[in-house]
């Protein structure tokens, strides 16, 4: 199976999936999660996934090639372990182009984060005209004993 026809199926049962949650999550599967039935794996609700949190991706450019880097939020944490979570960056295409990721950093205590770091020249240039940048921050130890993956918002730019 080639990488399209593999791409083209998984988007597919994506859509299926998340079709069938919220056309099924009314008021009392709106903030439990439930269990699939035929793979037993665990699904939120919209609510749900809302409730996990939120991260704002935030570009500057130094006006010499190199940018200065913010994520900030807050991810609904059981506990706060050291080393909890990491940042990825991507570039937001037809398919996701992993540009850089944070080695292991630790959440505040009570979840919340504030990551700044730089990166050198063309690390953002993800394709041909105008680069469209995200970031997901990937949390451990959420209230279900799982994990947290935030999605920031796009920064558009010619990096």
Not at 18 to 23: D, G
Not at 101 to 117: K, P, Q, R, V
């Amino acid at each position: 199976m080639n990488l399209r026809t593999k791409l083209v199926s998984l988007t597919s049962a994506v859509v299926l999936a998340t079709l069938a949650v919220v056309s099924s999550a009314g008021a009392a599967h709106a903030t439990t999660p439930s269990t699939h039935a035929s793979t037993g794996r665990l699904v939120h609700s919209v609510t749900a996934a809302a409730s996990a949190g939120w991260a704002t991706l935030y570009i500057y450019d130094f006006d010499d090639g190199n940018y200065w880097i913010t994520v900030e939020g807050q991810a609904n944490l059981a506990s706060v372990p050291s080393g909890n979570m990491y940042i990825t960056l991507y570039g937001d295409d037809w398919f996701d182009t992993t540009l850089w990721s944070t080695h292991w950093l630790s959440t505040n205590a009570d979840g919340s984060f504030y990551i700044e770091f730089p990166l050198c020249c063309s690390v953002l240039n993800e394709d041909w005209g105008e680069d469209e940048i995200y970031a997901k921050v990937r949390a451990w130890y959420a209230p279900d004993g799982g994990n947290v993956t935030l999605t920031t918002n796009n920064v558009e730019g010619d990096f």
